[in-house]
């Protein structure tokens, strides 16, 4: 297998990429290692927002354990649900997930239950602890999208865009190629490539872009929970348009429709409406008084 990654029209050509690291002869895949670096910066995000707020950082490290464990379960089990033709002859494949296989939806929708079972626990505002761990997700997210990069995966369609990337054809997933591609492949020294929307770097950036507008609008909100319903709605219109240029979508079963990207719709009309009838007064405005 080739391991180049270029961006021919930026002028970058990266020689070699692999996908994992060996460690005292164990391989360990460089998607976990940016995964779990991007868990770490978001802890220290949410951490860094309860200080700020006056609340209790520890009780953000316990919901940072079980978050990221019920997390990874429901992001597995998002894209095994709507993936099923690859796992239904071989379930065993179900628990690898060294290749990728997970769906932020899925592990957002667990993150967020895990907020209403810790809260309920500890006898917190829910709304509040999800504005500061929201803050902590869009963070994670940010920078775990980057694990697709050293995975080849979670790219668009053809495109000869200034941020086109190219890829050998023998370092994709066959699965991914789309006929559109595949009209457009072609051989540069000797080997088949393929030239894409890099959707993981549009996706980060974005991200990085929520997280900007999160911050400034944290100290403006006017009521708990508006800052994570800004997070659903801004990061869900990005994914929405991303979502339709991917070629690995999640389809609703029986349809064409790619349940990410209806997900993403539904949720930026209900939290753009959420936040609206908020600010006009209709949703309680009990914020917490931050700790001078």
């Known amino acids: 297998m080739h391991t180049f990654i270029d961006f021919p029209n930026l002028g970058i050509h990266l020689e070699h990429v692999g996908k994992t690291l060996t460690v005292f002869g164990f391989d360990i895949a460089y998607y976990g ?27 953000y490290l316990d919901l940072a354990i079980f978050a990221i464990i019920f997390g990874i379960i429901g992001a597995r ?26 769906a932020i939806y899925g592990g957002v929708i667990a993150a967020v239950i895990t907020v209403f079972a810790v809260a309920r626990v500890k006898k917190l505002s829910v709304a509040l602890m999800l504005d500061t761990a929201g803050l902590g997700l869009v963070t994670g997210q940010m920078i775990g999208r980057w694990g697709n990069f050293f995975n080849r995966e979670a790219f668009g369609e053809y495109t000869d865009s200034l941020f086109a990337m190219r890829l050998p054809v023998d370092a994709v997933r066959a699965s991914d190629l789309t006929e559109a591609i595949r009209a457009h492949e072609e051989t540069v020294g000797g080997i088949s490539c393929i030239q894409v929307h890099p959707t993981y770097l549009y996706e980060s950036v974005w991200c990085l872009l929520v997280l900007a507008c999160m911050l400034l609008y944290r100290t403006r909100k006017k009521f708990d929970g508006e800052v994570f319903l800004l997070y659903l709605a801004l990061y869900g219109a990005g994914r929405f348009w991303i979502e ?8 609703i079963p029986g349809t064409e429709v790619p349940v990410s990207q209806l997900l993403a719709g539904v949720l930026v009309i209900v939290s753009a409406v959420w936040i609206l009838c908020g600010r006009r007064g209709f949703v309680p405005k009990k914020k917490q008084k931050k700790t001078e």
């Open 77 to 102: 089990i998002y894209y095994v649900v709507f993936a099923w033709d690859m796992y239904r002859d071989n379930l065993l494949e179900i628990f690898n997930t060294r290749h990728g296989g997970l």
């Open 33 to 59: 290692i940016v995964i779990g670096l991007g868990m770490l910066a978001g802890i220290g995000m949410a951490m860094m927002e309860a200080k700020r707020t006056g609340q209790n950082q520890e009780d």
């Open 244 to 251: 339709g240029l991917r070629t690995d979508q999640l389809l």
